[in-house]
């Protein structure tokens, strides 16, 4: 039995990283609403509110009641991501989203987190078989079922981040590396496969996340078409140059030049109204943030918080490069939301619950001289 008695340490300076992050987030959607005849920034501000609540839930319920209540979590989160198939509702091509009331629910964003707990328990009751094949395999399993729900939405991005949220926790948890290192070099067959085949691009990706990857390879500047968001990116980035147009003043911005630019491009208003100073203070922010998460998660008491520390860092740490880097044209869009930053309720309340969740590791850590 543990007698350690558990700390009341806070994690201020997390905090203070989170609350800059949601600031600028915050700050750029105000912008970007001023011109779009939109009211992100209003919702925004009640998304956060509502936010509070997972981030309660999150940091004071123990971590020992999310390991003991992993089976039905998992359930839960499978019932969640199935009744989206079937009553979800569909915008765009896709059907991601659960009509709750007045707000839109995305269960594919919770899932990611939920994930992360389960599997994470799922290792934790395996760890003196940690290294068999048989652990592996149904490791893989237990990310499968829902990995193929969420594709069958479909969401691409999402699939992706859940494989990352796999890889990163059974790293962390001890599956030997060869056979990490063997599920990665399938997967990059395959994706190599799906990508370069005609027949199988068909089967495996629709006909907008096609456009997505060829208008990328081709380089060309179109209008409207595959690279219009990405080429208008770019635009904005060049406009803003080193020391950026002023908060409010960018042009690409209010001509609404960039489609959805309050989601997935809402880096654009930061790169060309802050410019390249901006930009670079914005990841110098992130930086903070992941610098801290990782601290959480070197000084965790246990394996089963350290596997969670570790997946959330991996998760957003994915959501932040992918996203940034698809803005850059350096990646084709895949539909990765900027964390704190991009609008949407369901990504703003796992950020607030991820960042709960870290306080309640940082509250239960083994102590340490310096952090």
């Not at 970007?32 to 009211?39: I, L, W």
Request: aromatic residues 12%.
């Amino acid at each position: 039995m543990e007698s350690r008695r558990v700390s009341t340490r806070t994690d201020g300076w997390l905090i203070l990283a989170s609350v800059i992050l949601l600031t600028i987030g915050l700050m750029s959607l105000y912008s970007q609403s001023a011109n779009s005849g939109e009211s992100w920034f209003r919702k925004q501000v009640v998304n956060g509110l509502v936010g509070l609540i997972p981030f309660g839930i999150f940091l004071f319920v123990s971590l020992r009641s999310w390991r003991r209540q992993s089976a039905f979590l998992y359930g839960a989160n499978l019932a969640m991501l199935a009744a989206v198939l079937l009553h979800g509702k569909s915008a765009k091509g896709a059907a991601r989203w659960l009509p709750l009331g007045p707000i839109q629910f995305q269960p594919s964003e919770l899932a990611k987190i939920l994930v992360i707990l389960t599997l994470a328990a799922f290792y934790t009751a395996r760890q003196d078989q940690i290294t068999k094949l048989s652990t592996f395999f149904w490791g893989i399993l237990h990310v499968g079922v829902p990995l193929m729900l969420i594709l069958l939405q479909p969401h691409l991005g999402a699939a992706l981040v859940m494989l990352v949220a796999w890889f990163s926790v059974s790293l962390i948890a001890g599956i030997p590396l060869k056979y990490l290192a063997g599920a990665v070099g399938v997967g990059v067959v395959m994706v190599a496969l799906i990508l370069s085949v005609p027949a199988l691009s068909g089967k495996f990706l629709h006909g907008y996340q096609q456009g997505r990857v060829n208008g990328m390879m081709s380089r060309q500047k179109d209008v409207q078409g595959a690279n219009w968001q990405t080429d208008r990116a770019e635009i904005a980035f060049g406009v803003g140059g080193v020391l950026g147009s002023g908060y409010m003043r960018g042009e690409q911005k209010a001509a609404g030049y960039i489609p959805e630019q309050q989601n997935d491009f809402i880096f654009t208003v930061v790169g060309e109204e802050g410019g390249l100073i901006g930009g670079t203070l914005v990841l110098a922010a992130f930086g903070f943030f992941f610098y801290r998460i990782w601290l959480v998660m070197l000084y965790a008491k246990d394996s089963y918080a350290k596997m969670i520390a570790g997946g959330i860092f991996a998760v957003l740490a994915f959501h932040t490069f992918v996203n940034i880097a698809m803005v850059l044209q350096l990646l084709p869009v895949v539909g990765l939301w900027l964390p704190f930053l991009s609008y949407g309720g369901t990504a703003l309340w796992l950020c607030l619950g991820s960042v709960g969740l870290l306080l309640n590791i940082r509250r239960q850590e083994r102590p340490v001289l310096f952090s």
